[in-house]
């Protein structure tokens, strides 16, 4: 990136590595510096949480607030009705209202972490953008909306190109997607004055004609600006673990979950993940990140450390490293552990350990769980399981179990009440 960006903001973007492109840098450049830009980011309501995959993009309006600019969290409680099509081989199922406005109430509780919100003129909006689009008259928005997308220039864009270049279904009800997408941009600029959208990259055709259709409706100067897809260094999908999704919601997992997540960061990625998910001054990321040896490990505690405070607040970082010290260092049980609690009526005449690993997390099935056991990767209380017949009783739950797959992952069973 040779562009010198005179904005805070921009310099942020770029120096800690969150710009993948930029309709107009130039243009957006001068907007910052000339007073308080409104941006969005948008977020479908597929999930009752957000996860780790969400936080580049959340980490960047946290920036823009922090460099004197207002954000905008907008929630799909419309748009996801339809379903984002972009890179995906089949159509998303559709969830009913109910299930959209249940997602949405947990997506709400991680924002309030990152942002503030209030009426200030650079604090933080919640929107939905079902209040514009729910009451939609279809045949005015063909005439008024449609009229200024080209069937063809949609076609061309990736996200819907690649589907059609595998001779993969895309169902009417998605190709309208980027339609109303776009038509949220607009909302957003006649509303609130909004000048910038940001996504990750996968989102660029859809952002691109957002600005394109405000500019023929409003004759407005919108941008848009996009996120790298992140991958890990050793090829994994960003905020994916063995165990499925890095959630941000604690019900969804524990903060002792989401720090073991970032302590078991590979020594690649050490260095760039502390410039995109911390606040650490940029030198200070560049010295941890070429740490070597056992001295990197350190480097990793503070990564973890740092973003589980963030998400989760100081008092539960400090104490999922207090937990992973003493299960690590010293053997023992771990306060703060994942915990799988059981009734009597639930373990009967009793729970096979098979059962009871899938439970707790630790494999996501019955077989794999039996092929952790044979290859000796499960433990029971710190010793070996080589029998994947075991059965625990509940006088064996008298005092909790520790189950462990593999040297990294842990959680306690314990009987309740």
């Keep these: ?8 903001f921009l310099r942020v973007m770029i120096e800690r590595g969150y710009l993948a492109d930029c309709t107009d840098l130039q243009g957006l450049d001068d907007a910052l510096m000339a007073g308080v830009v409104p941006t969005y980011i948008g977020y479908d309501a597929t999930a ?7 936080l580049l993009n959340i980490m960047m309006l946290r920036w823009l607030q922090k460099t004197g600019h207002k954000p905008i969290t907008l929630m799909g409680g419309g748009t ?12 998303r199922p559709l969830l009913t209202t109910e299930q959209i406005d249940e997602n949405i109430t947990g997506m709400k509780q991680v924002f309030a972490k990152y942002l503030t919100y209030g009426n200030g003129a650079t604090d933080a909006l919640m929107l939905d953008n079902a209040e514009w689009l729910s009451d939609l008259n279809y045949l ?24 059609l270049d595998r001779e993969q279904s895309l169902s009417f009800l998605e190709f309208n997607y980027m339609i109303l997408q776009a038509y949220d941009y607009l909302e957003l600029n006649r509303r609130y004055g909004c000048r910038l959208q940001m996504g990750g990259s996968d989102q660029w055709g859809n952002i691109v004609n957002g600005i394109d259709l405000t500019r023929r409706v409003l004759d407005h100067e919108i941008y848009g600006l996009t996120s790298p897809l992140l991958s890990t260094s050793d090829g994994r999908k960003m905020g994916k673990s063995a165990g499925g999704a ?8 524990s903060p002792y979950e989401f720090w073991q997540f970032w302590r078991n960061t590979t020594d690649a990625d050490v260095g760039r993940f502390l410039k995109l998910y911390t606040e650490l001054p940029l030198d200070e990321c560049e010295r941890l990140g070429t740490l070597k040896g056992s001295e990197i490990n350190a480097a990793k505690i503070r990564l973890a450390n740092e973003v589980t405070t963030l998400c989760h607040g100081a008092e539960a970082a400090a104490a999922a490293e207090a937990t992973a010290r003493e299960v690590f260092e010293k053997g023992g049980v771990g306060d703060d552990l994942p915990t799988l609690s059981l009734t009597r009526e639930q373990i009967g005449d009793g729970v096979s350990v098979v059962q009871l690993i899938v439970r707790a997390g630790l494999a ?13 990767g499960a433990r029971l209380d710190d010793v070996p399981l080589s029998d994947a017949g075991l059965m625990i009783d ?3 739950l ?9 040297r990294k992952r842990h959680a306690l069973v314990r009987l309740e009440g």
């Design 48 to 54: 009752k949480s957000l996860h780790v995959g969400h």
């Design 1 to 8: 990136m040779t562009y010198h960006p005179k904005s805070e």
């Design 80 to 91: 996801t009705k339809v379903g984002d099509p972009s890179f995906r081989a089949d159509e």
């Design 364 to 376: 996501s099935s019955g077989r794999e769980a039996k092929r952790l056991i044979a290859e000796n």
């Design 394 to 396: 509940a006088a064996a």
């Design 398 to 406: 008298a005092t909790p179990i520790k189950l462990s797959a593999g």
């Design 246 to 253: 890095i959630w941000l919601n604690t019900d969804k997992l």
């Design 140 to 163: 005015e928005f063909l005439r008024d909306i449609g009229r200024h997308f080209s069937v063809n220039r949609m076609l061309s864009f990736e996200s819907v190109k690649s589907r």
